[in-house]
């Protein structure tokens, strides 16, 4: 075996090394609820509602049709979780921006207090993580009713006058391009969790 050939063959091994490490890894079922990320045999669609975006637009069904829509409750005077999620949420979003599933991405965060989040007031705060991503707010019982589609619980914790805080799931909902509900993103979570379940069901479904 002449030098040349050797050469050769150290490169492809390399190369075939190197690949191999940069391959997103693709998870099974059981792995991605190992990882956090819960699957529903069946997506579940929505039954009809209508809230409103930030630009004081309906926001019906149609909008979480034809793109991945992953949907985090929160609320604009959340001290933690929800500044801390919507961060993480932006890292993940630029990372996708870097790879094949960011064209038809969209981030959605839903209030969850609806007497103080005014369309206005989502807008600052929702684009001070992401200019792309959306805000969605409502009357009480239709945020409820989704809230409830997708199992998300959420209470307001008594206080005087505007002193108060509201109680709410971390998860993070996904949603396919049908518009169905498919599975979610259990809290707590983290870019790991994120990235390597987001990739796995983009490559997969």
Known sequence: MTVGVVV?????FVG?????????????DSELKTNGTF???????????????????PFTSANLQGKWSLVFFG????PDVCPTTLALLNRFYQQQLEGDYAEDLQIVLVSVDPARDTPEKLYDYVRFFNKDFVGVTGEFLDLHRFATQL???FSKTPGGGENYTVEHSGNIAIINPNGHYMGFFRSPIDLSQLNVGYTSIRATR
């Open 151 to 153: 199992n998300i619980p």
């Open 8 to 12: 050769i063959l150290v490169c492809l």
């Open 39 to 57: 699957l529903f045999k069946n997506p579940r669609s929505f039954k009809a509602f209508t809230l409103l975006d930030y630009n004081n637009q």
């Open 16 to 28: 075939f090394f190197v690949y191999g490490l940069s391959k997103p890894k693709i998870l099974s």
């Open 75 to 78: 609320f604009t005077y959340c």
